[in-house]
């Protein structure tokens, strides 16, 4: 079943096309790497997904269902999910609080103030389990502002996935990472279960490692979808994103 | 609940501290601790939209005005009964901040300081106008504590601080549970980023606004304890001064902290109690008490404390 | 007709006189973001310097320019203290001239004790004007001669000229001015301050149809609020518009229905609110 539709999706900015009719459809459980020069329009592509920005023209659909018109925590609760290029979380919470803040998000409980938060045990399993599997329980107490990039990056995707979402868009999700802790990044990526992800890479090996599918994006048009393989041997984009020098 | 058992024996220390004041201090200074507790409500309840919602409200004394006023009216047009009062006062203050949230959740920072600002004008030019109702400037007197209603009698300082501080250990009380609550930790993180927050999925004009009604509430506490306070109400009670003193209360004893705005109230109060006994200048001494705190002590007095203990300078 | 014709030159010249009361914080908040709570203690301190300087001295200009010093100077004064060290923290900059303006307003409160004063017109401009078959008071079409040069003045200043690119382009991107070689905090002071000269010389303008007693600040502040909020925010012509209108609105509501005189500037102001938060002419 197509998990992602987005029809003849454009934005302009004044006078700027970002995305320029873009078509793509991403089956469930997939994973989809969106490759491309800079300032292609990846990042809006994803702003428009999630609801960020509004788009000039064109439809997107989830499961089938028409959310164009949704609001951005509208599509969080149906459960689209995404990650920042530079990191962004609130840096005078710790690692816990900003977890839990994740996982409160889609639930009745965000709104509950006659109980201490302490008392909802649940929660904090749920916390306990995201940050154990990074290794990140011992320091839940430390203050975002005090963590190294690589484990704010982690933060990042622990708070994408607190809400179970269906689809996670990931925009480069490598950048700035050791190699080291780029390799356990995409183990851990290749490992997750029941889920779809979109993920915006800038490295090529990670995406080829990543994808099912990449699609390739120049000056906000789609100029090519397929397999690795078949990204590979394409032409057009090595001509356009190689400079034709591989 | 992280009911430690250091923290239990803090809160009961505190509040038998509280109620055996009058033992042993005068009645002018059990009066004027009445009137930093009754500030120690108001200013929290300013703090709940700027140090954790991150909303800077500078008119709130619309709220604390509007209750007073409304226990004021009711008291002097032959209700004598406390508890219909302060309800109704409770309840006027709560539907204006329903009313006036509607106004100004959709933003944030200045806009929603300058909104504030203007919308509390609005409140304080009704007050003058309807005079026939409110008694303009000259306001209304004679309003006084209720002496049969109660358990005991409120009209003595000393009764009257009684009821102030089990009052105010009630609300703060409350307030302490909301601010650690779920829901207390969705307005930090709005406060923090609002836009990740909708990311996240939060209804965050939701939350907004119930912080708002939520904190007009406490105002309208605040507002008949004033009230009651003063046996007085006037125009002051909506001014513009009340608002802003209401925000620097919390900025000066610490916005992140919870007892911030209690110990802003308390000092700010000190402060103006010493200095209008030395000069009838204390409006240029609070403009400058207001520009250095901000500038050089942003964290506020709590802040400040907070940052030598962690060895920062 | 005689009544629509009167009335409508009123709210003109009343429109004309918010504009200008209310220009220069117009500007501060919509170039630079600040929003100068202060403002209209600034006002009120040259209009009573204003006040004592005619009645020392009987010479208009003499208390224009130096209640146009004055307003640099207490420019350079909120500037120094308070905007510089806070430079890029617009809420705290705001909340900060809330002290400014209970300073400057218990200085006012020292020099002149509360007393309330009615500034003088200059006597050249005392008479009225046979215009369209009434007479009109001089001094309100030198008001509204004042107000139309500065609309166009300010217009140009933000629209056309380099310094007015280099705030507008700064405001948010001061890395970027810098980068290109523009110390952006200079400009910034330098319009502070210009924009502070032009409160104080509107405390003697307007002074003579406002006064100048405790209390007059806040209805300045306002007013301006009110104006930014219809107009919208970082607009010349919606403040203009906005002046205009609440001018327009303040004099018919006082002749038709003088018991609803008082909402008359609210009542826009809140459902424009409701309805169109980012004001007539605002960009969201």
Redesign the interface.
Known sequence: MDCLILENLSKDFGGLRAVDNVNLRISEGEYRVIIGPNGAGKTTLFNLT?G?LTPSSGRIFFFGKDITKK???QR??LGI??TFQIS??????SIL?TI???V???SP????????????GY?FSKAEKLLKERNLWEKRDVLIRHLSYGEQREVEVA?AL??TPKVLLLDEPTAGLSPGETESFVSMLLSLQNITCVIIEHDIDVAFRLADNISVLHFGQLIATGSPEEIKANQTVDEVYFGGTR | ??LKPINIAIFIGATVLFLAIPLFASPYYVDLITKVLILSIFSASVNLLLGYTGLPSIGHAAFLGVAAYTVGILTTNGFQNFWSNSLLGIVSATLLAALFGLICVHTRGIRFLMITLALGEVIWGLVIKCRHITGGEDGIVGIKRPHHEFFWSLVGISNFYYFVCIVTIFTLFILY??V???????L??IR??E??????????W??KY?SFV?SGLFSGIAGVLWVYYNTYVGISSVGIMLSTNGLLMPILGGANFFLGPAIGAAVMTLVENIVSSLTTHWLMILGLLYIVVIVFVPNGILGGISDKLRGKV | MEFWIINLLNGLSLGMIFFMLTSGFTLILGLMNVLHLAYGSFYLLSAYLGFTIIQRFENFWLACLLCLLLGALLGLLIERLVLGPLFGQHLPQALATVGGAYFLTGIALWIWRGNIYMLPKPSFLEDSVPLLGFFFPTYRLFIIFVGIILAIGLWLFQERTKAGAIIRAGVDDEEMARAMGIDIRFVFSAVFILASALAGITGVLGGPILGAFVGAEWEVLVLALVVVIIGGLGSILGAFVGSLAVGLLQVFTVALFPELSYFAIFAPMVIILAFRPQGFFGKK
């Open positions: 999630n960020q609001s951005v925590d969080a609760s999910a995404r962004r979380l609130p840096l005078n919470l609080d839990l803040l994740g409160q998000a889609t409980v965000k709104f509950h103030m006659w109980r201490p938060l302490n008392s909802y929660l708070l607190t809400g | 609940m992280n549970i909301i650690r609550s779920p829901f207390g930790l969705s930090v993180g923090e980023d836009e990740r927050m909708l990311v996240l999925g939060y209804k965050v939701l939350h119930l939520l």
